[in-house]
Structure formats: structure tokens, C-alpha cells
């Protein structure tokens, strides 16, 4: 008798911020569906964020499993606890030492690599040694980046060319070369890295040079989003990359996109039940992502840009009760009762995103907000503030054309916020003026609105049996299933 078909196993380690954590998990559990064994390797305080929806997945016969490892906090030089980058309080002394603590996770990866000996690894970006361990083992390293091809494709061609170096002025347009389309930027919009040596640039350096010797990267996209930089990705540039996405509309049920990230400091039920009292199209929704800080006289200035606009909103705001105290306007809540909603810290943001009432989204241009935004047909409002969000809003407005910005125009690492008193980046006018252009519904809103829902029937088809984004991870199992075993 033939001995049985061997399970392809795949190990996941994503790394530990919500940004990164949540579409690596989606797309472990995207791999399980599809009959492969999944090991997500995670520390003990970031497992419980899924671990409600793998328990879930697990009911339903999926094979996927969890391996904890210690966060490395003393020797890095981090209290305990901090195990999460959202979890950082001060971050310009922090984040470096979480950066630095990644390192620190080669050999207990070496260990779980030997004792397991699975198929393939996918590590995040952020773990650009990966490769090489995954190479001693003869396992094929998958990079994930957790961004699209285009702000891959610009940063490629920043890189390449450095166009931003011979630019005088801050303020001052200038084109990236080498691109499918005429993409301008400003030097202000770029992150300091590319402009002045750094700890981050060397660690990104590291991420630049991984990528080009590992096995291949994949994608939380889709084909039809970004055709031209999909192809530039691999063709160009030269890289094999897989689009396997949106990885967040494998989560169909209200659980599961209720359950998604941290708990919600709001029943869902009570959210949609707001909801559900507004108009199609009528409510705004804000939120920052999970790492962002604002000033407290930028969070004045969106709690009357948002009042003054009068349309429906919920805000989703992340800072402690006393600093509320400082910013907030006095009476505010009283005032928008029934008119504006406010969650914080947490929010059910697909859930929010794919309700009928949802008509616009204020958003820092992250790349999953961008995508989920995309997968429910909403416009946007960009508001980039840090990472390769500057390169995504361009996506946004200039390419795909479902998008107003709000007028940032200066990279801020994680926003420049947590309190003080620097002055506002973008005023209370600005925010009105970009809510009246999305939401006041003239010709060029509803053309946006449009563009928007012909994407949502994208996105869908692209993840559906004999869609773009399902055939590119068939073709992707069917090629890991055909390299050779490592020796155990």
C-alpha cells in the first residue's frame, strides 16, 4: 500500500503589532482552509487577540495550532507586558528596544524549526534573519510586508534613484521615476530613514536585502486593485510575489469580525444597533489604527472638525480618560448625542466598515484600513501620518480616485502625539472641507462612491473559487507542495 499524501505544514510568525498580527493570522487560517497544517508561533500576551476565532476555526476542523514563545522584555530592556507595539507608551525610547528585541527571537525559532521541521516559513518583514535560518533547514522563507505592491514598487524606486536627494525644499513636489504612473511626493512626506541615517534604516536595510534572497512575498491585495504595480513588482523588479487578498474578508460572520484584534469597548450589537438608525451612506467613520498619537490640540481640532461638519460619525480615539480632560471641548458629548459616536481604544472596524449606513472613512492610510475600506466600497479621507502611508494615499486618490485628502503633508513617526501642546497639522476647516467633498454628494463624491463599490465586487470575486487572489494561493500550495522535504 502507498503511504498517505503528506500535509504540507506552513509555520506563521507575524510580528507583534495589530497592523501586522491580524492579516498574518487571516492568512494562516486562509492556508488552513485550503488543508494545510498551520503553526502560528506568538508570544502568551498576543495569542488571546485570535484566539477565540482559532478556537472557532479549529470547531470547524481546521488544523492550525499555536506555538508560544517568550518575549525577550528584561534583556531588551522593556517592562513587562510590553509585548505588543501598541502597548509602547514613550515612543522614542521604547519602540527602538522593541525593534531590538526581535532579534533576540532567532534561536527559539531555530528550535521550533528543528523540532517540527515544516514545509515553509512565512515570517514578517521585521524578522529579516528568517531567511537565512529557514535556508539551514532547506525550508523556503515567504516574506510578509503587510503593504501593497504600490508602496513596495515607490519605495523600490526611492531607493533605485533617490530622486528626493538633488530637492532643496521640504515642501517641494517632485516625481518618483520609474514607475507605471506619474506618482508625486514631497520630501516632507518621506520617512526620515530614507532621508538621514538611522537605527530603523539599518534594520530596513536588512528588511531590502531578505527580501531579495528569500523564496518569494506575499500579498494582502488583489490583482485588479493594482495591476500595473503588481506586474512591475515581479517583472521589473523582479521579485515572485503572490497576491493572496483581501485577507480580512475571510472573516463572513459577525463573530469572526467582531472577534478580530483586541475586544471591543463596544458590544457589537449596540454599534450596529446605532447604526442600523442611520441613513445609507450617511455616517463617517474615524479611526487612527492601533499604533497613531495625535497632540491634544489635533484631537481638538478633529472633535470640532468633525462637530462643525454635521454629518453622522463614529470616532474611534485611543487615549486615556485624563487626557480626554485636556482636549476635549467642553459639552462635546453632550452635544453630539445620537449624532456622533464615540469607541475607545477598540473598535469592530470591519464590522463598522461593511455596514450600509457607513457612506465615508477618515483614515491614516495604514494598509489594512485601506484594503478593508476597498473589500466594503467605502471612500476614503487620507490622512497619512507615518510608515508608508504617504505612498498609500497616492494609491488612494491619484490611481484608484476613491479618495479626498485632508491635507498632511508631513511624516510624523506614530503620529508626534501622546499630549503636548505642538501646534495642529491639519485644522478644523480642512476636515470639514474633506468631509463636505466625500460626503456632500456631488458629481465627483458619487463617481468616487461608484469607483469604490465596483472594487468591493472585486475584492469579492478576486477571493472566490477561480478569482485571482484564490488561484494565486492555489498555484502557491501546489508549488510548496512540490519542494523537496527537509531532512528532519
Not at 30 to 51: C, D, E, H, Q, Y
Not at 106 to 130: G, I, R, T
Not at 141 to 146: D, P
Not at 351 to 373: K, Q, R, Y
Amino acid at each position: 500500500m502507498g503511504s498517505e499524501p503528506h500535509q504540507l505544514h506552513t509555520f506563521f510568525f507575524p510580528l507583534m503589532a495589530q497592523g501586522h498580527l491580524l492579516p498574518a493570522i487571516d492568512m494562516a487560517r486562509l492556508f488552513a482552509s485550503r488543508g494545510v497544517k498551520v503553526t502560528i508561533i506568538t508570544t502568551p500576551l498576543n495569542a488571546p487577540l485570535f484566539s477565540k476565532t482559532i478556537d472557532r476555526d479549529n470547531q470547524l476542523g481546521l488544523d492550525i495550532s499555536v506555538q508560544l514563545i517568550p518575549f525577550p522584555s528584561e534583556e531588551a530592556g522593556l517592562p513587562q507586558g510590553c509585548e505588543n507595539i501598541s502597548s509602547i507608551t514613550n515612543f522614542s525610547e521604547m519602540a527602538p528596544r522593541f525593534f531590538n528585541a526581535l532579534d533576540l527571537f532567532q534561536n527559539p525559532l531555530q528550535e521550533l524549526l528543528q523540532n517540527h521541521s515544516p514545509d515553509c516559513l512565512v515570517a514578517d518583514m521585521f524578522f529579516p534573519w528568517a531567511t537565512d535560518i529557514a535556508a539551514k533547514f532547506g525550508i523556503p522563507r515567504l516574506i510578509f510586508h503587510g503593504t501593497s505592491f504600490f508602496s513596495l514598487c515607490v519605495l523600490d524606486s526611492l531607493k533605485r534613484y533617490t530622486p528626493h536627494e538633488n530637492i532643496k525644499s521640504e515642501t517641494e513636489n517632485f516625481i518618483v521615476p520609474g514607475l507605471p504612473d506619474q506618482i508625486e511626493l514631497m520630501r516632507s512626506q518621506l520617512p526620515n530613514h530614507l532621508k538621514t541615517p538611522s537605527d530603523l534604516g539599518k534594520l530596513l536595510e536588512r528588511v531590502r536585502e531578505s527580501e531579495g534572497n528569500c523564496y518569494g512575498v506575499l500579498v494582502n491585495s488583489f490583482y485588479e486593485l493594482e495591476p500595473a504595480y503588481a506586474d512591475h513588482y515581479r517583472k521589473v523588479i523582479g521579485r515572485k510575489a503572490w497576491n493572496i487578498g483581501p485577507v480580512s474578508l475571510s472573516n463572513r460572520d459577525i463573530a469572526y469580525k467582531a472577534q478580530r484584534g483586541n475586544i471591543a469597548s463596544i458590544d457589537e450589537h449596540a454599534c450596529l444597533s446605532w447604526l442600523d438608525s442611520k441613513k445609507p451612506n450617511s455616517v463617517l467613520y474615524v479611526s487612527f489604527g492601533s499604533v497613531a498619537r495625535f497632540t491634544d490640540s489635533q484631537m481638538l481640532e478633529i472633535a470640532m472638525g468633525l462637530e462643525d461638519s454635521g454629518y453622522p460619525f463614529i470616532w474611534v480615539v485611543r487615549s486615556k480618560e485624563e487626557d480626554e480632560q485636556r482636549w476635549m471641548p467642553e459639552g462635546f458629548e453632550e452635544r453630539i448625542k445620537g449624532k456622533g459616536l464615540i469607541i475607545r481604544d477598540w473598535a469592530p472596524q470591519v464590522l463598522i466598515l461593511d455596514h450600509p449606513a457607513v457612506g465615508g472613512f477618515v483614515t491614516h492610510c495604514g494598509w489594512n484600513s485601506t484594503l478593508e475600506s476597498v473589500s466594503a466600497g467605502v471612500p476614503m479621507i487620507t490622512w497619512p501620518l507615518f510608515a508608508e502611508q504617504f505612498y498609500n494615499e497616492k494609491l488612494v486618490t491619484q490611481v484608484l480616485r476613491i479618495g479626498v485628502c485632508v491635507g498632511a503633508h508631513e511624516w510624523s513617526k506614530f503620529g508626534g502625539g501622546g499630549g503636548g501642546e505642538k501646534a495642529a497639522a491639519v485644522k478644523r476647516e480642512d476636515i470639514e472641507k474633506a468631509v463636505e467633498q466625500l460626503m456632500g454628494g456631488g458629481e465627483e463624491a458619487e463617481r468616487m462612491r461608484n469607483r469604490a463599490m465596483e472594487l468591493k465586487e472585486m475584492a469579492r470575486s478576486a477571493v472566490e473559487g477561480g478569482g485571482s487572489s484564490y488561484t494565486d494561493l492555489t498555484a502557491l500550495i501546489e508549488e510548496l507542495g512540490l519542494h523537496p522535504q527537509p531532512a528532519v
